[in-house]
């Protein structure tokens, strides 16, 4: 039968852990910064303004029915989540090398180009993932059958990028080798490379003839601006690279519960692109297919209507502007604060770092005692999630921090 050592038992997820432990204590004063979900100044969720007038469309909408949407997701969403991700202007676009699939939100996504890959990845069948990444990255290629490797991508000493490792790493990684990288707002760092970095890195990826995976969860919540946060996906096809994108609009659009997401295939410039891009397309269908059969209408079809209208997708970025100025606004005052405590350390990676999170430097002893005393919730690694604080409990948080540093 299914015994203990047929089925052993599995760790709970640490994350969905957290969570739950931070619900259960009672403490007046607990701090909830584990979870990359964005928190107004009074911890509470937002619903996004223009997500709120979506669905007010949506329900005065008397054509709408809930039949099956196609396997690969509703067209109207897919085609401008891609110009999103890829720029309006996209030369990919134009010359139809660019197929589209509507996933289960972003892990969907990483899944269902991870599967492909399994399948048809015509290199190296081995995945090199930034260290750390988001923990999800190495289950979800390993289920598939892809050995993880990690490049270096933190440094301990500056607190930044270990931009030498990480570009020695992929040089010396085998030929066509598939590349894992973060869009923007790395999780759980916070920190990306520059735009003169990116080149370098593509210019390593090219000659190695690796495979580049982009993941973006955070478009548009990094800088607030939606080209900015594109700009590496955009250069890497600039360049003719062959890639795939996976896409969120958890975070973003705020619809963590909604799992409305894309994945992308962006085949390089070739005569025969389209056809290689259709053919990619009906095999990617077919995995569909046997996995979900047909992606949920709901979120989609919110995300479809912003995008598809000018004046709503102007809001969505005015919204996008109030959550990530206040997260900055955050980094700001924690920075200043743990300065003006005199907290040992250098506190400069706070304010450098950017989007949801912040890795602090509090090492895992640190965190787990910040959690027991002050009823902080923290991942061990350190990570916070910035969301998490606000002007009525930074002030405990940062005495937090300075009492365990000390
Ligand atoms: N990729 C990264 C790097 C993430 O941080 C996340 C969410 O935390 C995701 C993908 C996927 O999120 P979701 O499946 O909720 O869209």
Known sequence: SFSAEVVPQAPEDPMFGLSRAFKADEHPSKVDVSIGAYRDNNAKPWVLPVVKKAD???????????????????????SKAAELILGADSPALKEKRVTSVQTISGTGAVHLGALFLARFFPGTKKVYVSNPTWANHN???????????????????????????????????????????????HNPTGIDPTLDQWKEIAVIIKEKNHFPFFDSAYQGF?????????????????????????????KNFGLYGERAGAFHFVTSPAPDAPETTTRVAS?????????????????????????????LFAEWEENLRTMSSRIIE??????????????????????????????????????LKIREEAHVYMTKNGRISMAGLNTNNIDYFAKAVDKVVR
């Not at 396997?71 to 109207?76: E, L, N, R, V």
């Not at 269908?285 to 992606?295: D, M, V, W, Y």
Request: charged share 20%; aromatic share 8%; hydrophobic share 40%.
């Open 56 to 78: 007010e469309i949506l329900r005065n909408d008397p054509n709408l029915d809930h039949e099956y949407a196609p396997i690969a997701g509703i067209a109207s969403f897919t």
């Open 139 to 185: 289950q979800i290629f390993s289920n598939v059958g892809i050995p993880v490797a990690q490049y270096p991508y933190f440094s301990k000493q500056t607190k930044g990028l270990d931009f030498d490792g990480m570009k020695a790493a992929l040089s010396e990684a085998p030929e066509r080798s598939i590349i894992l990288l973060h869009a923007c707002a």
């Open 222 to 250: 990094a800088s607030g601006d939606l080209l900015k946060d594109n700009a590496a996906v955009r250069y890497f096809v600039e360049q003719g690279l062959e890639l795939v994108a996976a896409q969120s609009f958890a």
């Open 283 to 311: 095999q990617l269908a077919i995995l569909q297919r046997s996995e979900i059969s047909n992606p949920p209408l709901y979120g989609a079809r919110i995300v479809s209507t912003v995008l598809n209208d000018a004046q």
């Open 330 to 367: 955050m980094r700001k005052l924690l920075r200043a604060k743990l300065e003006e405590l005199g907290t040992p350390g250098t506190w400069n990676h706070i304010t450098n770092q950017i989007g949801m999170f912040s890795f602090t430097g509090l090492n895992e002893p640190q965190a």
